[in-house]
């Protein structure tokens, strides 16, 4: 407003187009794997009820250390309504599992194995729980003190995934470009900033003409699977690119140079702590057996004897701990490399154009409930 | 420019910056400590904070970033200057009010041991004393339909039909009613042969065993496929079938919310549910046992047979190591040592003369397999 009564009108010269703003990540690596590390420690000894405070502390942290046109975003979702989405979400899903279990004896009776389509539903409910965890993670998200919003359905949403699911394995993976976009394009209309609505310019085509040579190599990776991490880094690269370069929030549009060689390092990083967690873990098991075997004098193949209930509880003790000391070292591992490194990998990359548009923008929109959350944790769905 | 901005300078250098939480129109402001924080910004009506109000927002190092109680929620204000955010913070007495302290962390962590140990302790006493009294209990036609359900499967994968020659099936059902009559079961069990090479047999809910014909292909005598099928209905007769079934259901229900995962498809629950399970199964199949040798001797017959034949079948089973205690069965070779020390010289009438046992043999057509 007040720009308007200084400013004559009429005289201002036609603006050169500004130059894309960074996006610029500023968080500190160092940080965050405590963050993580302290979370992965809590989240054992609360046997994963502390889940939902470190998955909002690793959103915090991610949303403050990310800047638009230098001002911060902010994560304001909290640990409380994760946990009441997932209580919530568990009263729902009790009564329909025991639901699916009953009519799932009916089929049954009626014809062998009639009851495995009934498998689709919770396909439909996952798809479900995406669209609505997406809608309570953007209203969660601030920039500049306005928030963003999402209105649709999220059973239009799952219906659309499911159709398009069903036309992916017909085609063999090949319309896997259009149900990506075919989806995205509906998440992203119905996405908003403020009063700005979003939108989705990218095409199948353009995806499919990106990546189609590496579903052409995907049977061959099969057979030689060190292929693998390679042609899924560069699926992951090419997919990110193409989402990014297609968002449209008002006037202002993203586009990244994501090079399609960037995820190399972070999966094969993930893979080699894999294996030395691994090489650890076996080395742990026959130094402690054989530790065990040593103190106890019990014969070696007797060390497992289920029945002889007391001389395996040192086995089985020594088994899980260490179980959950290498599960919880490659939670960290997934956690820095897959989650950090990626987010500050792709953010480095990525271009945001006339953001002039987003200047001034009238907040609105209502804080969606944290159900979608429960339910995509309920049905181990959750992504962020 | 006019004189207002005589101040400017002092704070232009790292800005204070506000946004009213109405629009995302980035202001910049001057502060006016107060008793309370006066936020104005150049010409518009100022904004007044009380400091016991104002709480901290989460916020990039190098910024303090201030939300207040009263003002729209996500009203914020951008401190960047390093002296004013301190005189700022030394101010409000609340600011970090509503952060998790190290006292929240210990209660999240007690209250769940606290709900792991109930857990577990429910999954461990509980739900097996739930599944033992609860599986009688459960009506018969509920069991049937069950039951019914599990014969359409198992018919769906060894094949529909059923060995019916008539001398065999006189034999199979003789020997199937001894065994009844002892068991004290009454006659809504059902028993059936079907025609596969599998060696094995299974007892279903609401009464219905069947026996694969390659076990008649392994066996020798009556004695030893008599004591398979007693192994059996003593199944029938513990309502295994329930008690498993509510078991299993109850663990990885409950293993599930524990985990946070009530489908119960990651590995850690995996892992928990096949060793609990087992370890239940292992007992029921030994108590299956313990009936199986009490009905024989009933009968005046041995039980080792039924154990000589279970052990052509498996071989030897132990030292392989792990898998044993994720085994839902004991070892073969310990069934035979139990079912050796109840071993006793037949003091009753065989089971089935020897026409009868050729008959059964041929219960499905010969050669047909």
């Excluded at chain 1, 953001?355 to 995509?376: K, N, T």
């Excluded at chain 2, 069934?335 to 009868?356: C, I, N, Y």
Aim: proline share 5%; glycine share 10%; aromatic share 12%.
């Amino acid at each position: 407003m007040n720009n308007m009564q200084w400013v004559p009108i009429g005289s201002e010269p036609l603006p050169p187009p500004l130059p894309p703003t960074q996006v610029e990540f500023t968080g500190n690596r160092s940080e965050f794997r405590k963050l993580v590390t302290k979370g992965a420690m809590l989240e054992l000894v609360t046997f994963g009820f502390y889940r939902f405070w470190l998955v909002t502390d690793i959103r915090r942290h991610l949303w403050t250390h990310t800047a638009v046109d230098g001002d911060a975003a902010e994560y304001t979702g909290r640990a409380k309504e994760l946990l009441i989405g997932f209580l919530v979400a568990l009263a729902i899903l009790v009564p329909i599992y025991l639901a699916y279990f009953l009519i799932g004896i009916e089929f049954e009776r009626w014809q062998g194995f009639a009851s495995l389509p009934l498998f689709i539903g919770f396909y439909a409910f996952g798809q479900f729980a995406i669209f609505r965890a997406r809608r309570y993670r953007l209203t969660r998200t601030i920039w500049r003190g306005v928030r963003f919003w999402m209105d649709g359905s999220g059973w239009a949403y799952a219906l659309r995934a499911m159709l398009w699911g069903l036309l992916v394995v017909l085609t063999l993976g090949l319309a896997l470009p259009w149900r990506a976009a075919a989806l995205e394009r509906y998440k992203m209309q119905h996405t908003h900033y403020g009063e700005l609505s979003g939108d989705f310019e990218g095409d199948g085509w353009t995806f499919f003409k990106r990546g189609w040579w590496l579903w052409l190599l995907s049977p061959v990776a099969l057979v030689i699977f060190p292929l693998v991490p390679f042609l899924y880094a560069e699926f992951r690269a090419r997919e990110w690119r193409w989402w990014l370069d297609g968002i449209r929030i008002g006037g202002v549009s993203l586009s990244s140079n994501l090079p399609h060689d960037a995820f190399y390092g972070l999966y094969w990083k993930v893979i080699g702590w894999w294996t030395l967690l691994s090489a650890v873990f076996g080395a742990y098991m026959i130094g402690g057996t054989l530790l065990v075997v040593q103190l106890t004098g019990v014969p070696v193949d007797r060390v497992f004897e289920p029945d002889d209930g007391a001389k395996s509880i040192p086995v089985v003790a020594m088994m899980v701990i260490g179980y959950f000391a290498v599960a919880l070292a490659v939670n960290i591992v997934m956690r820095v490399y897959l989650q950090r490194d990626l987010w500050a990998k792709v953010l480095e990359t990525v271009e945001v154009h006339d953001i002039a548009a987003a200047a001034d923008v009238r907040g609105s929109g209502q804080l969606a409930s944290a159900l979608g959350e429960g339910f995509a944790d309920g049905l181990d769905v959750a992504g962020f | 420019m006019s004189d207002v901005f005589a101040e400017a300078p002092a704070q232009s250098a790292k800005p204070t910056v506000f946004f009213d939480g109405v629009s995302s129109r980035k202001r910049q402001v001057t502060l006016t400590l107060g008793d309370a924080l006066e936020i104005c910004e150049e010409g518009g009506t100022p904004v007044r904070w009380a400091y016991a109000e104002i709480r901290r927002a989460d916020s990039p190092p190098g910024i303090l970033r201030l939300a207040a109680m009263s003002a729209p929620p996500l009203a914020r204000l951008e401190i960047r200057d390093g002296v004013l955010a301190a005189d700022v913070t030394a101010r409000c007495m609340h600011l970090d009010e509503h952060r998790t302290t190290r006292r929240g962390v210990a209660k999240i962590v007690g209250w769940s041991v606290a709900a792991a140990v109930s857990i577990v302790c429910v999954v461990l006493f509980g739900v097996p004393l739930a599944a033992d009294r609860l599986a009688p209990l459960v009506p018969k036609p509920v069991e049937r339909r069950i039951g019914d359900a599990a014969e359409v499967q198992m018919k769906t994968i060894f094949g529909r039909s059923v060995c019916e020659d008539p001398a065999g099936k006189a034999a199979f059902t003789k020997l199937v009613n001894r065994l009844r009559d002892a068991a004290g079961l009454d006659d809504t069990m059902t028993a059936g042969v079907l025609p596969t090479s599998v060696p094995n047999a299974f007892a279903l809910p609401g009464g219905k065993v069947f026996v694969l014909k390659g076990l008649f292909d392994k066996a020798e005598s009556p004695d030893e496929l008599a004591g398979i099928l007693a192994h059996e209905l003593g199944h029938l007769k513990h309502h295994d079938n329930m008690r498993g079934l509510i078991y299993n259901g109850g663990t990885s229900f409950l293993i599930g919310l524990l985990f946070g995962d009530v489908t119960g498809s990651s590995a850690v629950i995996f892992a928990s549910r096949s060793l609990v399970e087992a370890s239940y199964s292992r007992e029921a199949e030994t108590g299956a046992d313990t009936f199986a040798i009490e009905i024989m001797h009933k009968l005046g017959r041995s039980p080792k047979p039924a154990a000589e034949l279970m052990f052509r079948i498996t071989g030897k089973e132990g030292g392989s190591g792990l898998a044993t205690i994720f085994a839902s069965h004991p070892l073969t070779e310990d069934r035979l040592a139990r079912m050796t020390k109840e071993d006793r010289p037949p003091s009753g009438p065989p089971l089935l003369t020897d026409k009868e046992w050729q008959a059964l043999k041929g219960i499905c057509g010969s050669g047909k397999m």
